[in-house]
T-cell receptor, first 113, second 113 residues
């Protein structure tokens, strides 16, 4: 059974630091993996989508990588800012399901000014 | 602007009442989803629809009902049969079941008094 794990559950770093958020999964048979951010009381905002055939995707200060062989995806945030404070969730779409996403529990990120 | 609109943002309900949450998208997406989010828990799928006039139950469909009469609309009714309806409800859509990027609305917070 596919499982998605995000460790740590919470992370606090000073402003300006580069940081990496982790997303691990147990089965490499996936269609894609998507990273989201969620601000308190808000919906989810899509950050990056990596298809199974891709190794990484970049958007501004964000870079997401995918290594299916090791069952890992990372979200790299460069030069962190207080506005990056949010909960970051990863979700993947398994190949044996055409609708169901498997969600991680999220990492709550706090960037200290 | 293209996106997903959920309404109302906040809703209060007395026990025994049915309520309907609205979800409208202008992204021309075929697939639409309803998720429930509770504090400390991951997102759980309630219902999804891949095409007009068709929908399937997710993991926690009991006490909920949906309809998909139009491509752009996917309303969710929380019935009195739902034992613990107080939660944050999120609507999402995607362009395709396997490779499509998932987009979310801003959410509706339902509180049962």
């Amino acid at each position: 059974k596919q499982e998605v794990t995000q460790i740590p559950a919470a992370l606090s770093v000073p402003e300006g630091e580069n940081l990496v958020l982790n997303c691990s999964f147990t089965d490499s048979a996936i269609y894609n993996l998507q990273w989201f951010r969620q601000d308190p009381g808000k919906g989810l905002t899509s950050l990056l989508l990596i298809q199974s055939s891709q190794r990484e995707q970049t958007s501004g200060r964000l870079n997401a990588s995918l290594d299916k062989s090791s069952g890992r995806s990372t979200l790299y945030i460069a030069a962190s800012q207080p506005g990056d404070s949010a909960t970051y969730l990863c979700a993947l779409r398994p190949k044996d399901s055409n609708y169901q996403l498997i969600w991680g529990a999220g990492t709550k990120l706090i960037i200290k000014p | 602007d293209g996106g997903i609109t959920q309404s109302p943002k906040y809703l209060f309900r007395k026990e025994g009442q049915n309520v309907t949450l609205s979800c409208e998208q202008n992204l021309n997406h075929d697939a639409m989803y309803w998720y429930r989010q509770d504090p400390g828990q991951g997102l759980r799928l309630i219902y999804y629809s891949q095409i007009v006039n068709d929908f399937q139950k997710g993991d926690i469909a009991e006490g909920y009902s949906v309809s998909r009469e139009k491509k752009e609309s996917f309303p969710l009714t929380v019935t009195s049969a739902q034992k613990n309806p107080t939660a944050f409800y999120l609507c999402a859509s995607s362009g395709g079941p396997n490779t499509g990027e998932l987009f979310f609305g801003e959410g509706s917070r339902l509180t049962v008094l």
